[in-house]
């Protein structure tokens, strides 16, 4: 990777991590990780996260409640406020009972789909790895070029590119994290559980 491909990359994180940092606030912490159950909705449709989409969401889905609804009929959706440096910006929270299961994010138009942030293992991972699964089982050990440490409310979080899929974003928690915002050292980091994962429409 040259270097300026992997700053672009690092550019590439930073952003996002700007946009998503109030989403995190309101998230609930108390989901339940290990649920391992695939299976979406009381219809039992598995609603599976690719490359190209969440379940029918895709680059060409627009932000809305009449959309969102539409697409996840079994869950609950329900469009928040959350804020951002004092403004006021609409996200789509969609959840099972008191599961948050995704958070959906508008571009800055509020017309398209920014990202979605999966939360919760009823979610699938068509790429793999469902949420807890640990670092070492994701990426060869001491491969952390395609990492970046977390700012303000994701301090301690390691953000990594999910293998060879430029538009989603592993995000690790674990301890051990130094305090000077570096990435842990390759044999701490190998411990780390995958804690949500973030998609976003690929150009």
Same mark, same amino acid.
């Given at each position: 990777m040259t270097n300026q491909y992997g700053q672009f990359r690092q550019a590439a994180i930073s952003f996002i991590l700007i946009v998503l940092t109030s989403v995190f606030i309101s998230? +609930?912490?108390? !989901?339940?990780?290990?649920?391992?159950?695939?299976? &979406? &909705?009381e219809s039992g449709k598995t609603v599976i996260m690719s490359a190209d989409k969440? &379940? *029918?969401?895709? =680059?060409?889905? *627009?932000? !809305?409640?009449h959309n969102i609804t539409e697409a996840f009929p079994d869950y609950?959706?329900? %469009? %928040?406020l959350n804020y951002h440096l004092g403004a006021p910006y609409p996200v789509i929270r969609v959840s099972k009972g008191v599961k948050t299961l995704m958070i959906i994010n508008p571009?800055?138009?509020?017309k398209k789909i920014f990202s979605v942030i999966i939360e919760d293992n009823l979610i699938?991972? @068509?790429?793999?790895?469902?949420? @807890?699964? /640990?670092?070492?089982?994701v990426y060869a050990f001491g491969? /952390? %070029?395609e990492c970046q440490m977390g700012s303000e409310d994701? =301090? @301690?979080?390691? $953000? +990594?590119?999910?293998p060879k899929t430029p538009n989603v974003l592993y995000v690790f928690n674990g301890k051990g994290?130094? &305090?000077?915002?570096? $990435? *842990? *050292?390759a044999e701490v980091l190998q411990g780390w559980s995958l804690e949500s994962i973030i998609w976003r429409p690929a150009k």
């Amino acid at each position: 990777m040259t270097n300026q491909y992997g700053q672009f990359r690092q550019a590439a994180i930073s952003f996002i991590l700007i946009v998503l940092t109030s989403v995190f606030i309101s998230s +609930c912490d108390d !989901n339940d990780k290990d649920d391992n159950n695939a299976s &979406g &909705g009381e219809s039992g449709k598995t609603v599976i996260m690719s490359a190209d989409k969440v &379940g *029918p969401i895709n =680059a060409d889905s *627009p932000f !809305n409640m009449h959309n969102i609804t539409e697409a996840f009929p079994d869950y609950s959706v329900v %469009e %928040e406020l959350n804020y951002h440096l004092g403004a006021p910006y609409p996200v789509i929270r969609v959840s099972k009972g008191v599961k948050t299961l995704m958070i959906i994010n508008p571009d800055q138009s509020q017309k398209k789909i920014f990202s979605v942030i999966i939360e919760d293992n009823l979610i699938k991972n @068509g790429l793999g790895h469902p949420l @807890g699964t /640990t670092y070492s089982k994701v990426y060869a050990f001491g491969q /952390t %070029e395609e990492c970046q440490m977390g700012s303000e409310d994701m =301090a @301690g979080k390691v $953000l +990594c590119y999910a293998p060879k899929t430029p538009n989603v974003l592993y995000v690790f928690n674990g301890k051990g994290a130094n &305090g000077n915002n570096a $990435l *842990p *050292p390759a044999e701490v980091l190998q411990g780390w559980s995958l804690e949500s994962i973030i998609w976003r429409p690929a150009k």
